[in-house]
């Protein structure tokens, strides 16, 4: 594509990284953007606050998986991408009730390509050639890693638990559309981000809070899990570069380099809490439990981004110290926030598939 797109369809635009995206990237005026959002539990329309009364801003309360909104949406507004970040994205939940993971990633994704390929369809000469689809994925399509390697763009997919399922089959669908009926559209498969705005059933913003509270801060297992952290910021830039610069058909892989046991994590997120909110050092360090552990957890997740490093000329850039201080920082200083999610969800164990 190569120069700024004009308008930005962003479905999810109200959840975690949707909402950096919107914020961070491509609103307050650098682009026109439509989002289109079912507002779930996991959404904050709030998250948007800053983006109110700007005229080159729309939000739709709607469902992805609804073809003839997206069609009309298409129609009237026109846009040169489509970013899509609208998923359910809970792997504990998905444990609970894959049905939603079903509607939303398999059957919304696919509904959300429909309504594109019609339009590609009807919009005229010229429109697909620069129009993009950026599918916005995770690298846990592709299973669990042993205690050496890294996934690549290549790495088989064998998704784990109903959630990467339903992303692996959204992917699928994603590259058949491409295939068959030549969509142009570009996946990013990412690891696990964090940062401010993220809703308090993941790791991060669950162990900040239970810090805040002094309560037990419940570690599945032994802890050894590893996850490959990015800053959420750094994400959102790298979905801005592909969405500029990425070829359609191709598929990267996101990650910053930065392999955490949860435990080392949940130590670091402690460490940090305790310098911002001036406790004891190693007061935080001393909640930690462990406990039952998530049933078919992955054991590693770790991914080599040096593609999308070279052909998007893209890089995480947010050192890990400097991408937490933000991260606690932001749950500190918004205790309202914290309080209007947590009507939702008040922080109990989920996903032992009870
Ligand atoms: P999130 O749960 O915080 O937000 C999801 C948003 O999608 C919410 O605003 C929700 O209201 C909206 N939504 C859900 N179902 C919808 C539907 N049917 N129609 C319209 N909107 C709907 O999720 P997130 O963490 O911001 O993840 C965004 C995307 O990034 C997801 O596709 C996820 O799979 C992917 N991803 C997330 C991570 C991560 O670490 N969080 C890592 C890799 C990839
Ligand atoms: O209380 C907890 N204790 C714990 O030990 C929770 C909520 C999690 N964990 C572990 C499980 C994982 O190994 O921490 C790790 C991270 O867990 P989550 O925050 O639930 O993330 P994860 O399952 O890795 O998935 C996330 O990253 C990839 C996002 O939720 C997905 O949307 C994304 O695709």
């Known amino acids: 594509m190569g120069t700024q797109p004009g308008t930005i369809l962003v479905t999810g635009g109200a959840g975690f990284i949707g909402s950096n995206f919107l914020l961070g990237t491509v609103g307050g005026g650098r682009a026109r953007v439509v989002t289109l959002d079912k507002l779930t539990y ?26 003839g909104l997206v069609l009309s949406l298409l129609r009237a507004h026109r846009p040169q991408a489509i970013v899509h970040f609208a998923a359910e994205s809970h792997v504990d939940r998905s444990i609970d009730g894959p049905g939603a993971f079903v509607h939303t990633n398999v059957v919304g994704t696919f509904e959300l390509l429909e309504a594109t390929r019609a339009w590609l369809a009807e919009a005229g000469e010229g429109t697909r050639e620069s129009f993009r689809f950026v599918h916005v994925s995770t690298d846990e399509v592709v299973g669990s890693l042993g205690p050496t390697g890294l996934f690549r763009e290549d790495t088989p997919y064998a998704a784990s ?23 142009p559209t570009i996946t990013v498969n990412s690891t696990n981000a964090y940062g401010p705005h993220q809703f308090p059933e993941k790791l991060v913003p669950l162990m900040v809070l239970g810090c805040l509270e002094g309560r037990p801060l419940p570690v599945y297992g032994d802890g050894g899990n590893v996850r490959d952290w990015i800053f959420v910021q750094d994400l959102c830039d790298g979905l801005h570069a592909a969405l500029l610069h990425g070829p359609p058909g191709e598929s990267y892989l996101f990650g910053a380099r930065n392999e955490q046991t949860n435990l080392d994590m949940v ?38 981004p040096g593609r999308a490093e070279r052909e998007l000329g893209w890089r995480a850039a947010v050192p890990f110290r400097e991408g937490l201080r933000r991260t606690v920082s932001f749950y500190l200083d918004n205790p309202a926030w914290c309080a209007a999610v947590q009507a939702r969800y008040a922080r109990e164990r989920l996903g032992l598939g009870k």
Request: aromatic share 10%; with cysteine.
């Open 42 to 67: 996991a959404a904050n329309k709030d998250n948007l606050a800053p983006l109110d009364g700007d005229e080159r801003h729309t939000f739709v309360q709607g469902d992805v998986g609804d073809r």
């Open 267 to 304: 130590h670091a997120i402690c460490d940090v809490f305790d310098d911002l909110h001036g406790a004891e050092p190693g007061t935080s360090r001393r909640l930690v439990t462990f406990v039952a552990d998530r049933p078919g957890h992955d054991r590693r997740y770790a991914v080599d």
């Open 161 to 183: 638990s109903p959630y990467s399922a339903s992303k692996a089959a959204s992917d699928l669908f994603v590259r058949a559309y491409h295939r068959t009926y030549g969509v």
